[in-house]
């Protein structure tokens, strides 16, 4: 029973597309999170919901459009995509009450590649 | 800010060899720290974390100290083996905010 899950797993598209990324999560966390790794592993946070609502928003292009339906789910919307939005996006989630010690749970990646 | 430096890869090791990873950071407060290893095609997944000073986090024969004297959490284990072969992501936590990574790290083990 896959804890973190993420579709779809690979996604090939045009420069210009709309494309959608999902995330659920049943571990009954609060929190989510999206990461974008780049080709060098290099992983830097995108967002953070909590309880379906955005806490963290890094510096972010606003083509990248997140959307929390419920705390269980976090999805990823990105218009007009570019050659640079090729990478993997890891989709997390975290326990609530633990503050520093929690661990983050992660997604198994989709790796978007832009044409 | 938090931030997170840990030692450029790719190091490669034959099996059985000794493995250390440099971790150092830089934190305003006093941080929970994490090594998540990230296998080929897959997720991350913790390897092992350390939430005050002189905590030793240890899993699968991988062992590291939170020294807040030398800011670091350097990773260990004595013998690798090929199935070690992976990303290794030093990271940290503080005030329950993101986790800061640091730029990962490729392991690659030869028989």
């Known amino acids: 029973d896959t804890a973190v899950s993420q579709t779809p797993k690979y996604l090939v598209t045009q420069m210009g597309n709309d494309k959608s990324i999902k995330c659920e999560q049943n571990?009954?966390?609060?929190?989510m999170y999206w990461y974008k790794q780049d080709s060098k592993k290099f992983l830097k946070i995108m967002f953070s919901?909590?309880?379906?609502?955005?806490?963290i928003n890094e510096t972010v292009p606003n083509r990248f459009s997140p959307k929390s339906p419920d705390k269980a789910h976090l999805n990823l919307h990105i218009n007009s995509l570019e050659l640079g939005d090729s990478a993997v996006y890891f989709c997390?989630?975290?326990?609530?009450?633990?503050?520093?010690?929690?661990?983050?749970?992660f997604g198994e990646g989709s790796r978007l590649t832009v044409l | 800010g938090n931030s997170v430096t840990q030692m450029e890869g790719p190091v490669t090791l034959s099996e059985e060899a000794f493995l250390t990873i440099n971790c150092t950071y830089t934190?305003?407060?006093?941080?929970?720290l994490f090594w998540y290893v990230q296998y080929p095609g897959e997720g991350l997944q913790l390897l092992l974390k350390a939430t005050k000073a002189d905590d030793k986090g240890s899993n699968k024969g991988f062992e590291a100290t939170y020294r807040k004297e030398t800011t670091s959490f350097h990773l260990e284990k004595g013998s690798v083996q090929v199935s070690d072969s992976a990303v290794y992501f030093c990271?940290?936590?503080?005030?329950?905010?993101?986790?800061?990574f640091g730029a990962g790290t490729i392991l690659r083990v030869k028989s």
């Open positions: 919901y909590n309880n379906k609502e955005l806490i």
């Open positions: 571990l009954g966390h609060d929190t």
């Open positions: 934190a305003t407060g006093y941080p929970s």
């Open positions: 997390a989630s975290s326990s609530p009450g633990t503050g520093n010690t929690g661990e983050l749970f």
């Open positions: 990271a940290l936590r503080l005030n329950g905010d993101k986790l800061v």
